[in-house]
C-alpha cells in the first residue's frame, strides 16, 4: 500500500482564526510632540518615489561626499546604497553631536548590583574614550579599515565605546552575544577571519559575578585548531584596576584593554572616510544548518536607516532618555541601543542585569530613577514580569510617551496588560517586526498616525511593501484570511549586503525561492524571502505568525534547531537527535531535545545530564532544552523521516493525529507515556 501523505496543518494556518482585534488611538499630546504627523509620508514613501525616497533618512546624517547613485542593482540581489557616497558612523553618533550636546548624557550604565549606582558617560566623555581605545586597536593592535575584530562582550559601557572605536577606524566588528559560549564565539572567529578578540573579564547575571574570561581561552583554543590565529586578547575589567576572574591571564597574548587606554591618553583619531557601501559591521543569526550565517551591513545604508526608523517609529528626540532592554549582542542593540539612537543624540540606558533581579519591580525603579520616557523590550520581559510583578509598575512614579514592543509577536492579552499597567494607558505602543539581517524594522505603525492593534505589528513602515506569497508564489490579497511567506517586495538601506564570504548560501537562503528571473538586475524581479509566515488584515495591518523554517524563538532569540541536534550529537552515544519547540509561559518557546541512542546504550539520567551539558557548551545557556527525553526510538516516516511535527504534539500536549501510515505508530503511545508521567 502507497505510503499516505500526512497532512500537517501549520501553526500559521491555525493562527489565522484568531480574531482581529479593536484600534487604540495615541493621545493627543503624544500625536502634539511627535517627529512624524504628516499623513503625506506615506505617498512620499511609495513605489512610485523608490529608491529616492530614502534620501530622507540619509539626510539625518552628515556627509563628507554626497552619493552619486541611490540604489546600484548592478550585482542584484546584493543591493549597495549611497554609492560615491563617504561617511563615518562613529562621527555621525559622537563628534558631530559635541557643539550642542557635549554635556549631555549619551549613555547611562545601569550596573546589575544595586550598591554601585548609576554611571552617566556624556558625550564629551563618550568622545574622549572612543579615541583613546581607537588609538590603542590602530596602534598596539595594527587594525586599519576593512579588518575584522570579534567582540565577545557582556553589557556594560566597554562594548559601545569598543564598536564605536572600530567604526571609527572602518574596523569591522563582529559581537558575540555575552550569554554564548567559547565554542559558539570561536566559530565566529573562525569564519569572519579575526585575529583580535575583545573580551571583559566578568559580568554579574542574577546575583553572580561570571567568569567570562575562561571562554576567550575556549575560543582562541578552538579557533586555532580550525585554522584562525588569534594574536591578541583585549580584556576590558568589570572593575578597573582589579581582575575579577579566576582564570590566568596569557603572558604574551593577554592584555588589559584598561592598561593599554591609560598610555593614550589625550590621543584624537581622525575618522575614517569610509564608502557608504563599505560593511560597518558583521551580525550572525542562527540559520537552519549548523553553521551560523554572518550577516554583513553596509555604514552609509544601515546608518542611515536605523537613524530614520529611531527617529520616526520610535519616536527619539535628543532630549530623551531611552531604554532599550534588549542585548547589544543582537541586531536590535546595534541598531536601536547604540547605532540609532546615539545617532540622534539621544541618552540611552544599557542595563548589565535581567529585568527580574532581585525583584519584579527593578525595571520600574530604574525608569523613575531615570525618567526614561520612550521604553524598549520583548514580549518574554514583559510576560514575566506580568507573571511575577503584575501590580508593581504602578507602584513607581514613570511616565513612558512610547513604548516599543520587538522579538516576536506580542499575545494581546499580553499587549493590554503593558498598555494598561505599564503604560499607565497614556503610552503609543509600537509592535515592531523585522529580523536580524533586516537592520530595522519591516512593520509597525508610525505612533503618531496609525492607531495600534493588539496582535499586529501593523504595516510597512515608510519605505517597506510587503508582500505574502503561498507556496506556489500566488499572491495572497489583503483580508484573503490566509496565512503565507510574508515578503518584501523592494529593498532597503538597512538590508544586510551578502552573507559573509557566502553570496550563494545569501542568494539561495533569501531570494531564490520567489525570484523572477535569476538573471535579472531589476529589483522588482528579487522580492526578498523573510522566512516568516503572515496573514494581512482587510485594513493592511499584518499580523506575524512565526517562523516557516525550523528555527526557535526562545525569549526572542533565534535558535537553529539543527545547530542544537548538530550540539547534542557530539556525544558520542547519541545516534539520532529532534528538536521540537514548546510553549513556555514566559520564553515564547522551548527547545525539548529527543535522544535516540547508539545500539547496547542503556538510558541514565547522568546521560541526559551529559546531553544537556553539550547543548549549553556548544551554543550557549540561552539553547538549554526544557527536557532531553532519551527514546527507544523516533516516529519515522516509512522513508526514514523523523516526524517531529508528532514529538511536538507530544510535547505541547495536543493531538498528534493519525499516525497509522508512520513506519513504528507503536513508538508515539510508548513517548506519550512517557511524556505523560514525567509530570511536565
Not at 467 to 477: K, R
Amino acid at each position: 500500500m502507497a505510503e499516505k501523505e500526512v497532512v500537517e496543518t501549520s501553526e500559521a494556518q491555525i493562527a489565522v482564526h484568531w480574531a482581529e482585534e479593536e484600534y487604540f488611538h495615541p493621545s493627543k499630546e503624544f500625536i502634539a510632540q511627535a517627529n512624524m504627523t504628516d499623513p503625506d509620508v506615506i505617498d512620499r514613501f511609495s513605489l512610485d518615489n523608490f529608491p529616492n525616497c530614502f534620501k530622507e533618512y540619509a539626510d539625518i546624517l552628515d556627509w563628507y561626499e554626497y552619493w552619486h547613485t541611490t540604489l546600484d542593482t548592478s550585482d542584484a540581489p546584493c543591493w549597495k546604497w549611497f554609492v560615491g557616497g563617504k561617511i563615518n558612523a562613529c562621527y555621525n553618533c559622537v563628534d558631530r553631536h559635541l557643539p550642542k550636546y557635549k554635556n549631555k548624557t549619551a549613555i547611562h550604565f545601569v550596573p546589575e548590583p544595586l550598591e554601585e549606582g548609576y554611571q552617566h558617560i556624556t558625550y564629551q566623555e563618550l568622545y574622549v574614550r572612543v579615541n583613546e581605545f581607537a588609538a590603542v586597536l590602530k596602534d598596539v593592535c595594527g587594525l586599519k579599515a576593512g579588518d575584522r575584530v570579534t567582540l565577545h562582550m557582556p553589557m556594560i559601557p566597554e562594548l559601545p565605546i569598543t564598536m564605536l572605536a572600530c567604526a571609527r577606524l572602518g574596523v569591522i566588528h563582529s559581537q558575540v552575544f555575552g550569554g554564548f559560549s567559547g565554542r559558539a564565539c570561536a566559530d565566529r572567529i573562525v569564519d569572519s577571519g579575526s585575529n583580535v578578540l575583545i573580551t571583559a573579564d566578568a559580568y554579574y547575571r542574577s546575583g553572580t559575578l561570571i567568569d567570562h574570561k575562561q571562554n576567550a581561552d575556549i575560543a582562541v583554543d578552538l579557533a586555532a585548531k580550525d585554522g584562525q590565529k588569534v594574536d591578541k586578547v583585549l580584556i576590558w575589567q568589570r572593575y578597573p584596576g582589579k581582575y575579577s576572574a579566576e582564570t590566568p591571564m596569557v603572558d604574551g597574548r593577554d592584555y588589559f584593554a584598561n592598561d593599554l587606554v591609560k598610555d593614550k591618553y589625550g590621543a584624537r583619531v581622525e575618522p575614517e572616510r569610509m564608502p557608504a557601501e563599505a560593511p560597518l559591521f558583521l551580525m550572525y543569526t542562527s540559520g537552519t544548518t549548523g553553521k551560523p550565517k554572518g550577516c554583513q551591513h553596509s555604514t552609509g545604508g544601515f546608518l542611515a536607516y536605523t537613524a530614520g526608523t529611531s527617529k520616526y517609529v520610535q519616536d527619539i528626540h535628543p532630549e530623551d532618555v531611552y531604554w532599550c532592554m534588549a542585548d547589544i549582542g543582537w541586531i536590535t542593540g546595534h541598531s536601536y541601543i547604540v547605532y540609532g539612537p546615539l545617532a540622534l543624540a539621544a541618552s540611552t540606558v544599557i542595563f548589565e542585569g535581567v529585568p527580574t533581579y532581585p525583584d519584579a519591580g527593578r525595571a520600574w525603579r530604574i525608569a523613575q530613577d531615570l525618567d526614561v520616557n520612550i521604553f524598549h523590550t520583548a514580549p518574554t520581559a514583559i510576560r514575566a514580569l506580568r507573571k511575577i510583578g503584575p501590580d508593581e509598575p504602578k507602584k513607581y512614579n514613570y511616565s513612558f510617551k512610547h513604548m516599543t514592543t520587538v522579538g516576536e509577536p506580542i499575545e494581546p492579552a499580553v499587549w493590554r496588560w503593558y498598555y494598561d499597567e505599564v503604560g499607565k494607558g497614556k503610552a503609543a505602543i509600537v509592535d515592531t517586526w523585522w529580523q536580524t539581517e533586516t537592520g530595522g524594522f519591516l512593520c509597525s505603525t508610525l505612533p503618531g498616525l496609525n492607531p495600534m492593534k493588539p496582535g499586529s505589528a501593523g504595516p510597512g513602515v515608510p519605505g517597506i511593501h510587503p508582500i505574502i506569497y503561498d507556496d506556489a508564489g500566488e499572491i495572497l490579497p489583503q483580508g484573503a484570511g490566509k496565512a503565507g511567506n510574508i515578503c518584501i517586495q523592494n529593498p532597503w538601506p538597512g538590508a544586510f549586503q551578502t552573507i559573509w564570504g557566502d553570496r550563494d548560501r545569501y542568494v539561495e537562503t533569501y531570494y531564490a525561492r520567489y525570484c523572477k528571473d535569476p538573471k535579472s538586475k531589476d529589483w522588482r524581479d528579487w522580492p526578498y524571502l523573510t522566512g516568516d509566515a503572515a496573514v494581512e488584515a482587510p485594513d493592511g495591518y499584518f499580523r506575524i505568525l512565526g517562523r516557516i523554517d525550523d528555527v526557535i524563538n526562545v525569549s526572542g532569540h533565534r535558535l537553529g534547531t539543527k545547530e542544537i541536534e548538530s550540539a547534542s550529537l557530539v556525544v558520542e552515544e547519541v545516534a539520532e537527535a529532534a528538536v521540537v519547540p514548546v510553549n513556555h509561559e514566559i520564553k515564547g518557546k522551548v527547545p525539548d531535545l529527543y535522544i535516540a541512542l547508539k545500539p547496547g546504550i542503556a538510558a541514565t539520567e547522568a546521560l541526559e545530564q551529559k546531553i544537556n551539558d553539550a547543548v549549553c557548551e556548544q551554543i550557549g545557556k540561552i539553547a538549554k532544552p526544557r527536557k532531553v527525553w532519551i527514546v527507544t526510538d523516533m516516529p519515522k516516516t516509512r522513508s526514514g523521516k523523523i516526524m517531529r511535527r508528532v514529538l511536538g504534539a507530544i510535547s505541547n500536549k495536543l493531538d498528534v493525529g493519525d499516525v497509522m501510515t508512520l513506519a513504528n505508530p507503536e513508538i508515539v503511545e510508548e513517548i506519550k507515556k512517557m511524556n505523560d508521567e514525567s509530570g511536565i
